[in-house]
């Protein structure tokens, strides 16, 4: 079967567009997680749905960021007035469950802000 | 505040050896630990993962240990293999399933 999806895999942007990245998710799947990897760290948690609930959203680093899954399904995480900062991997995750079930990650859109 | 993070950065191994790697977390009421896999240019890969309540888990080729008396988590891999080079997350889960990653070890398996 799909694993989860990201796109686009590549994204550069001029300082001050918005960017949408979009993630398919596993079918079915109930939690989807977004991350934000810089080059040589770890993931480092955004915000997580519950279907179309977003119930944590800690790890936004701004309000320029922003998430949805209006649908409990297809996620988008937008980025408006890009900076040189939010360069980085933004990965997508999903899992059947609710807490501490296995996340499947997607290959990740990388951000290039110039 | 709580954080998980990796001895070592880097770790070198013949290939055919045995490779360790280390975590330390500090949450101590944490209880269920994940490692990832990511190579270049992909999204992490799970490995294997543990739970509190056990402190040995075994899978093909890797193992898991957890000391929560010292708040310790290791991988080992068995027979290192080229395709294992690789770099290696411990993840932490936190409430509602979000995951607290470490830094990372890369592994190099020499031929």
């Known amino acids: 079967g799909a694993g989860v999806s990201q796109s686009p895999r590549y994204k550069v942007a001029k300082r001050g567009q918005d960017v949408a990245l979009r993630c398919d998710p596993i079918?079915?799947?109930?939690?989807l997680f977004w991350y934000q990897q810089a080059l040589g760290q770890g993931p480092e948690f955004l915000t997580y749905?519950?279907?179309?609930?977003?119930?944590?959203k800690s790890g936004l680093p701004s309000d320029r960021f922003f998430a949805e899954r209006p649908e409990g399904s297809v996620s988008t995480l937008k980025i408006q007035r890009t900076q040189q900062e939010d360069s980085a991997v933004y990965l997508c995750?999903?899992?059947?469950?609710?807490?501490?079930?296995?996340?499947?990650f997607g290959p990740g859109t990388r951000l290039t802000v110039t | 505040g709580e954080s998980v993070g990796l001895h070592l950065p880097t770790l070198s191994v013949q290939e055919g050896d045995n490779s360790i790697i280390n975590c330390a977390y500090s949450?101590?009421?944490?209880?269920?630990f994940i490692w990832y896999k990511q190579e270049s240019g992909k999204g992490p890969q799970f490995i294997i993962d543990?739970?509190?309540?056990?402190d040995k888990r075994q899978g093909q080729r890797v193992t898991v240990l957890l000391n929560k008396t010292v708040k310790h988590l290791s991988l080992q891999i068995a027979a290192t293999q080229p395709g294992d080079s690789a770099v290696y997350f411990c993840?932490?889960?936190?409430?509602?399933?979000?995951?607290?990653f470490g830094q990372g070890t890369e592994l190099s398996v020499k031929p």
């Open positions: 995750a999903s899992s059947s469950g609710l807490g501490a079930y296995e996340q499947y």
């Open positions: 079918s079915g799947h109930v939690s």
């Open positions: 749905f519950q279907n179309e609930a977003q119930l944590d």
């Open positions: 949450n101590s009421a944490s209880d269920y």
């Open positions: 543990i739970r509190s309540n056990m």
């Open positions: 993840a932490e889960n936190m409430e509602g399933g979000k995951l607290i």
